[in-house]
Structure formats: C-alpha cells, structure tokens
C-alpha cells in the first residue's frame, strides 16, 4: 500500500472573514454581500477539492491511496511543514505525515502529565527519534533502544512466528550509533539529555 498525498488550496480561514467583518460593521450591506460570496466559494472549493481527489484516486494505481492534510492540523500544527521536511528528508521509502499528525498528539498529552522522560523502542535510522527529540519537554530526556545492527537470525525466527512476516537476517542493518546520534542532533556532537542504549530489549532496559 502506498501513499500519494494531496494539497488543495484552501480559501481564507473564517476566522480572517471575521476580522474584515469587524472592520466592515459600519457597512453591513457590504458585510454580507462579502460573506455571501465567501460562502460560495468555500462550496465551490470544496466540491473541486472532492473532484480533485477522486480523480487522483481513478488515476492512480490500485496500490495507493490519497492522504491529506486536515485544516485544523494546519492550524494547530505550525511546524508540521519543517518536521515534515525534516523527516520526509531522512526516508527513502516511508514518507508518512500521517505518523507525525499522531506523534504530536501523543508528545502534545505526555507533556501535559507529570515530569519524566521519554523512551523509543526501536529506532533504526532515528528520523522519528529526532522528531521526539524535538518536541519533547525541556529537561527530560531522551532513551533510544535498539541493537542499531540490523535483524539478527534471532529477530527473522521471531518476525516469523508473531506475524508471519518474511524478513531476512540483516534487515535494516544501515544504521549506527553515531550516525542515528548525528541525525537527532543534527550534526556532531553530543547531548546530556540524548542517551542510545545498544543491546536487546528489555535486558538493555
């Protein structure tokens, strides 16, 4: 399954409507003549955007699927655009905003509970990883573990039995401690508040 991802343009959020509202309120003619053709052109753009999409949908293979983004997450998400880039810009197969949209809710409620840190189980490459890192809250800490060696005989025999998934030993083997490190930190160097913890879980815990 595989993804191809459509952005219409939108139309200006009510909110800006509002404001010219608020503006206009000396002149309520205007006003709603204004807002009339908002509304129409808010239908319109809809019905385009429906159109745009099942067209995308008739003409891609069987395969894909369309994925767009949500005007409240454009909203409420301001730096959705350079995590994406920045995560999109670390993959060469898996490109899913999707996955993004849901780890911010979930960094968005752990950072609403009491102090504690934050732990990745699993980290291959660490574009993920870095965008916790990113988000996470200030003073905490972030624990990434994984073997950063790749399926071993030991994790092919295990993917077979739990889910009958066909992997072969070596499998994500492309990856290090010192190049998942450089990519969290964006560079060189280290950080008191990042700690990759090499071995099996849960006997590295």
């Known amino acids: 399954m595989y993804k191809f991802e459509a952005f219409p343009a939108n139309l200006p959020s009510l909110g800006i409507i509002k404001n010219i509202g608020i503006a206009l309120r000396p002149y309520p003619l205007l006003y709603k003549s204004l807002l009339g053709i908002y509304n129409v052109l808010s239908r319109v753009i809809t019905l385009l955007r429906m159109g745009y999409i099942r067209l995308l949908e008739c003409l891609l293979p069987g395969k894909y699927f369309i994925q767009s983004v949500p005007d409240h997450v454009r909203a409420g998400y301001r730096n959705f ?107 060189n160097g280290d950080a008191d508040d990042l700690h990759l913890v090499k071995g099996y879980f849960p006997g590295s815990f």
């Open 81 to 187: 655009g350079s995590d994406r880039k920045a995560y999109d810009h670390s993959q060469t197969i898996y490109r899913d905003g999707v996955r993004l949209i849901h780890g911010k809710y979930l960094l968005d409620l752990a950072a609403s509970l009491p102090g504690g840190d934050y732990a990745e189980l699993g980290t291959y490459k660490g574009a993920f990883a870095r965008f916790i890192y990113r988000h996470k809250v200030a003073g905490s800490a972030l624990y990434c573990f994984d073997t950063f060696e790749g399926f071993s005989g030991r994790d092919v025999q295990i993917e077979r039995e739990a889910v009958n998934l066909e992997v072969r030993e070596g499998f994500f083997s492309d990856t290090s401690v010192e190049r998942v490190r450089r990519t969290i930190l964006g560079g």
